[in-house]
């Protein structure tokens, strides 16, 4: 499990193994835009403020994934126990 922080709104939540970022957050209350669910739309694009993101989607490039200025949230993890997001 790692825990998400998000600045906009304040909150921090726990995200365990068998769920997403994108799951977790709804739940929290959070209204997040997506459509795939499988990161391969780009509609749950969000801006990574610190951490370092896990990529599993297929929508960024090379260069995207090492700069890490930005996620997937419907499948992308955390390869810390941090991360920070702009939501
Ligand atoms: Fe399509 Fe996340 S909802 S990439």
Redesign the pocket.
Known sequence: AFTVELVESGIEVEVPPDRSI?EVVREAGVDV?????????????TPVIDGEPDHR?S?LSELEREMGGTM????SRSCGRRLVIEL
């Not at 997506?34 to 739309?41: A, I």
């Not at 997937?72 to 499948?75: F, G, K, L, Q």
């Open positions: 994108l835009p997506s459509s795939c669910e499988e990161g391969t739309c780009g509609t749950c694009e989607d929508v997937m949230i419907c499948v």
